[in-house]
Structures are given as structure tokens and as C-alpha cells.
């Protein structure tokens, strides 16, 4: 049996980002992996580690025996200590031995998932038990979206800007969309009625308005609004740091043009953080 053909442009897209992050990582000297990133608390180095740990566990590896240290100030709940075991575990690695076991974990994953024979709707299992499980499909355009994201992490640290129109950039862009009914109508409590219009350029370019209706529920399109509640332009890089967490909107408040209501604008933007 062959990949499910709705599975493959994923795949191809988290190779591609996942590849990119190994390019990024192989040719640093031993001091640029204690660069600091975006991430609270994480340098260059827990990042990479983050990334091989949660490909592991994929590939069905048991995870480390491991206490962590008291002392992690961004280590604030069980989910955030879940992630931390594999990052923390691999602080004291060299260079040579993160590039080395991120090349192993590439060519074992790629393998794989050249060999899912599974239908998109198989329900997977991770992390943290079965409240948290989920489709194939749903899964790989999770894993997409994080190593995308964290490319981005690497780069920024790194300085070498890329790929924020990728495939991988594409499928966390409607990943990013999907939750923006939710952030608009429940999160913000944008009113019945209201309409709130995000024109984002760059890179990747749309125009979607999340539109609140009666019962006080968000639904998203890409049609043009007359009269919106509220209009956000901002660019696709800072539309995705503020989605993940990586920028607080006051200290991107010179990348966003804000136009309608301000009260909304500001409850949305303080609200747009979607990533744990």
C-alpha cells in the first residue's frame, strides 16, 4: 500500500521544514546553540532537542527517565513539564552529538512515513494519553506546524531569514486560521454582529474577516467586509509570532495597523496567542 494521497502534501511539507532545520544546524559552532530564541527559556539547542524528542515519541520511542530541575521558570504546568523531559535531557550534548542523532531521527521518520499505509481518519494517540487523541491527518499537520514554527525559532535566533512562504508556511497559516473564529467570538467576546477583517501581507498574502453571528459563535471567510467592527494589517511573519506566542502585541504594536473599535482590537491581539 501506497501514503493515502490527502496525507502526502503534508509530509512532503514537514520533510522539507524539517530538512531546512538540519541545514541550519549543521554547519554552528558549539557556542551558537546556546543562542537564546524566541522561545521562553530555550536556546538553539532545546528547540533542535525538543523537535528530535517529539519525533521520537512518534516513531514509538519510550521516553527518558528523567527529573527536571526546580529551577525552569517557563516549566508552568503538566503539559509544559511533559515537553520539557526531552529538551532538559539532552542539555549537556555536544554539537556533534544533537546534528548526529537530528540526522538519525530525519532519515527514521522519513522512512516511516514513506511506509503509512493508515487512512487519515486513524485516530492517533499523543501526547498525554487518549484525551488527547486525534486523527493521522490532524497529527501530521500538527507535527508540520511545529517544525515550521520552530524553523522560524531557529532563524530569527540565527539570523538567516527563509522559508516563510513554504509549504510548511502554508499549512500553518490555515492551522493558524482555524482557531481564529474561537479567538475572535469567545476569546476576545467579539458581539453579535461584529466582523473583524485581518488583511495580512508578505510572504503569504490573504484577506479572511471572522464574522460573529446571533448565538455569539465566529465563523471565518475570505470575502471582503463593508463596515467591519474591526480591520488588522499586519505582515504574515508577525501575524504568525503573535499566533505562537513569540511576540506580546505592544512590542509589535509598529507592525500592526489597527482601524475601528480599539477595545476589540486590543481584547483580539490580547487574545491571539494560541500555542501552550
Same mark, same amino acid.
Not at 507535527?143 to 508556511?169: K, M
Not at 471572522?210 to 471565518?220: F, L
Given at each position: ?8 502534501? +503534508?509530509? =512532503?511539507? @514537514? $520533510? /522539507? ?6 541545514? !541550519?544546524?549543521? %554547519? ?115 507535527? +508540520?506546524? =511545529?517544525? @515550521? $514554527? /520552530? ?6 535566533? !540565527?539570523?538567516? %531569514? ?115
Amino acid at each position: 500500500m501506497t501514503v493515502h494521497p490527502s496525507l502526502q502534501p +503534508t509530509i =512532503d511539507a @514537514w $520533510t /522539507h521544514s524539517i530538512e531546512a532545520i538540519h541545514e !541550519l544546524v549543521k %554547519p554552528l559552532a558549539e557556542s551558537d546553540w546556546n543562542r537564546a530564541t524566541e522561545c521562553p527559556g530555550w536556546s538553539v539547542r532545546d528547540v533542535v532537542s525538543h523537535v528530535i524528542g517529539v519525533e521520537n515519541e512518534m516513531l514509538g520511542e519510550p521516553r527518558p527517565i528523567h527529573s527536571l530541575p526546580r529551577d525552569l521558570y517557563h516549566v508552568t504546568d503538566e503539559f509544559s513539564r511533559y515537553i520539557e523531559v526531552q529538551v532538559d535531557v539532552r542539555r549537556c550534548h555536544t554539537a556533534l552529538e544533537m546534528t548526529s542523532e537530528l540526522d538519525l531521527t530525519i532519515i527514521r521518520r522519513c522512512r516511516q512515513l514513506r511506509n503509512e499505509h493508515r487512512g487519515p481518519q486513524t485516530p492517533i494517540r499523543w501526547p498525554l494519553g487518549t484525551a488527547n487523541e486525534q486523527s493521522l491527518e490532524r497529527t501530521l499537520i500538527r507535527r +508540520t506546524f =511545529d517544525v @515550521w $514554527t /520552530h524553523e522560524q525559532d531557529l532563524r530569527r535566533a !540565527l539570523g538567516v %531569514p527563509g522559508n516563510l512562504d513554504s509549504p510548511a508556511a502554508a499549512i500553518s497559516r490555515d492551522f493558524l486560521l482555524d482557531a481564529l473564529p474561537k479567538v475572535v467570538a469567545k476569546d476576545a467576546g467579539a458581539p453579535p454582529g461584529a466582523a473583524v477583517v485581518f488583511d495580512v501581507h508578505g510572504p503569504l498574502e490573504f484577506l479572511r474577516t471572522v464574522r460573529v453571528n446571533e448565538q455569539g459563535r465566529g465563523k471565518i471567510d475570505s470575502s471582503v467586509s463593508l463596515g467591519p467592527t474591526v480591520t488588522l494589517a499586519l505582515d504574515w511573519e508577525t501575524y504568525a509570532r503573535l499566533a505562537c506566542g513569540r511576540v506580546r502585541p505592544e512590542a509589535a504594536a509598529d507592525r500592526i495597523k489597527v482601524e475601528g473599535d480599539p477595545a476589540l482590537a486590543r481584547a483580539i491581539l490580547r487574545e491571539f496567542a494560541i500555542t501552550p
